[in-house]
C-alpha cells in the first residue's frame, strides 16, 4: 500500500499531472513513487485499487466554464473514464471536494510498468487545494 499527499496548493494546466511531494504510508512492494513526482510506478501483474481525494476549484481571475473543471485518473498516460471528477463552481477561488475510486489489473507478462497520474483533463486550469490524497493498494491477484 501507498499513500501520497500534497503539502502546497498547485495550479495544473490542461494535460499537466499533480505532483505528491509527501509519503505518509509506503510497506510492501506492489508500488513505488519519486517524492516530488507526478507518476506511481505498479509492479506486473495483481489487482490494484487507486482511490484519490482532494479539493479542486477554478483559479482566480478565470471565468469559471460550464462544463466545469476536471481531475482524472491516467493509467500508463489513458485516462480511466470511470474516474473523472467534475466540480462546476460558480465563481473562481470556490473549492469543491472530489473523489474517485477505480480498480485496475495489471499485465503479470508486460516488459514495462502500468504507471498512474491524476491529471488534468479539462479544458482550463484547476486550482488543487494543498492536503490532496492518493492511495493505491494491491487488492488481488
Known sequence: ?????TSTAQTLAPGQALVFDRRILGCGCGCCHRNNSSTVKMLNGGTHRISFFGNIAVPT???PPTTG???QVSLSGSPLAES???ATPGAAGQFFNVCS????KT???S???DTITIVNTGTTSVDVAAGANLIVERVGD
Open 107 to 109: 499485465c503479470k507478462c
Open 84 to 86: 473523472r471528477m467534475i
Open 61 to 63: 481571475g478565470v471565468t
Open 1 to 5: 500500500m501507498l499513500e501520497l499527499s
Open 69 to 71: 473543471v476536471q481531475l
Open 111 to 113: 516488459k514495462s510498468f
Open 101 to 104: 475510486s477505480v480498480a485496475e
